[in-house]
């Protein structure tokens, strides 16, 4: 049998620079655990439109579409601000995301206990966290029609984007949250603004409807995403598995990635409906950018990247007890005190470069054997 194939698309700024330490661990797993991956890279965002004139060719699409996953560093940048919308580094992740049909992003936050003082919020309300959102990935306002930029009657311009989602999106991404609270602590809490949005009362009665038919057995909450937010801040551990649209989703996990210390310590995974093989369509990313500031210094965290990695052997390769292996060796390096400079105290030590950083992971797998 030919070994799984893996598309990596690095992409802009620190992008590159994270995936150059995944790689290295990539490598790890195919030397010392005989996990073998057939690796392809790619240009995606920014560097593809300077090769090609669009951030994302057909041949690189057709290509996603055929691994068995796709894993990307970050799109974007200042250099591309000015070009045409149609054409910006974000608009080929946002096809990779829509064309394979990944309706649902998982993006856990989890507090590592080495880094429960470095978060801006008091240890006691985040060490130990663990928190799942679910966020819908391929619709909402992301997507809706009609959209754009048109001249209004008095020489002004009016923006517009559509909030829509239908029955089935709101309930296959309800479905996919269900079960894994079923794997957790069973506990969905599903956020929307359904006091001020139709989208917002369609999107909490089909979520309430998936409930009763099919997953009873789950505990369900609602809440506006106005407090949920506002309630991720105050006390994260009352959530378990949190279930929203792709707008609120994207702030709320940013605003989660602050409770784990940096928003360099948080992955994701992508991932479609199961195909004929049993496993679902899957890109894994980190949920950071391209880091403008940062990029081209070596001081980029690689850990989110390293640990979308480790969701990609646990949810498209059946290999768990490895991902539970290369999560092990980053929080054995976090509590021997490693730190890139995200993580640091404004007080304290000197940093790791992102080298450094992937040097420590290396060496901690090592040990693990
Ligand atoms: P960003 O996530 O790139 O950066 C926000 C802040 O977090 C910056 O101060 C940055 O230095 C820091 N940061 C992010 N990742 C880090 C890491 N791994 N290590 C250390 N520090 C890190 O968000 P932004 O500045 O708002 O966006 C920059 C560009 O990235 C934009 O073009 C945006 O559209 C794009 N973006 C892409 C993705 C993606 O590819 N999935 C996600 C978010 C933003
Ligand atoms: C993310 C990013 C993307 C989003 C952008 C870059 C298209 O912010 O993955 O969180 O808004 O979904
Ligand atoms: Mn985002």
Redesign the pocket.
């Known amino acids: 049998m030919s070994n799984p194939s893996l598309l990596i698309l690095p992409?802009?700024?620190?992008?590159p620079e994270?995936m150059t330490e995944v790689r290295r661990v990539i490598d790890w797993f195919g030397a010392k655990r005989g996990l073998a991956f057939d690796v392809t890279e790619d240009l995606v965002?920014g560097a593809a439109y300077d090769a090609h004139g669009t951030p994302l060719t057909d041949e690189t699409m057709a290509k996603a579409q055929e691994a068995d996953a796709v894993l990307?560093?970050?799109?974007?940048?200042?250099k591309?601000d000015e070009l045409d919308f149609s054409v910006k580094?974000?608009r080929g992740?946002l096809r990779l995301r829509k064309e394979m049909d990944l309706f649902a992003n998982l993006r856990p936050a989890q507090c590592f206990d080495a880094l429960a003082d470095f978060s801006s919020l008091k240890r006691d309300v985040v060490a130990g966290l663990d928190i799942m959102i679910v966020r819908e990935l391929t619709s909402g306002v992301y997507f809706g029609e009609p959209r754009g930029i048109t001249p209004d009657n008095e020489g002004g311009r009016i923006g517009v984007n559509t909030q829509r989602y239908t029955t089935d999106e709101i309930r296959r991404v309800a479905r996919a949250a269900f079960e894994l609270a079923r794997r957790r602590n069973n506990k969905v809490c599903s956020m929307e603004k359904a006091n001020v949005m139709e989208s917002g009362i369609l999107w909490r009665e089909e979520v309430q409807h998936v409930h009763d038919e099919e997953y009873p057995d789950v505990e369900l909450s609602h809440m506006y995403a106005d407090n949920g937010a506002m309630q991720l801040v105050r006390w994260p551990k009352q959530f378990d598995v949190i279930v929203t649209d792709n707008l609120f989703g994207d702030i709320l996990s940013?605003c989660a990635a602050m409770l784990t210390g940096?928003?360099?310590m948080l992955p994701s995974a992508s991932l479609g409906a199961p195909q004929e093989n049993g496993r679902p369509k899957a890109l894994y990313?980190?949920?950071?950018?391209?880091?403008?500031?940062?990029a081209g210094q070596g001081?980029?965290?690689?850990?989110?990247?390293v640990l979308s990695f480790a969701m990609a052997l646990r949810y498209s390769f059946d290999q768990g007890a490895e991902a539970d292996r290369l999560e092990a060796a980053v929080e054995k390096v976090l509590a021997d005190g490693v730190r890139?400079?995200?993580l640091m105290q404004a007080e304290g030590g000197s940093p790791v470069s992102t080298t450094g950083m992937g040097d420590a992971i290396l060496a901690a797998l090592d040990a693990s054997l």
């Not at 992409?11 to 992008?15: A, E, L, P, V």
């Not at 990313?285 to 940062?294: K, N, R």
């Not at 001081?299 to 990247?305: G, Y």
């Open positions: 992409g802009d700024g620190i992008g994270v965002g990307l560093g970050a799109v974007g940048g200042p591309y580094p974000e992740l940013d940096s928003l360099g990313e980190p949920v950071h950018g391209s880091a403008p500031d940062i001081k980029a965290n690689p850990i989110a990247c890139t400079a995200d």
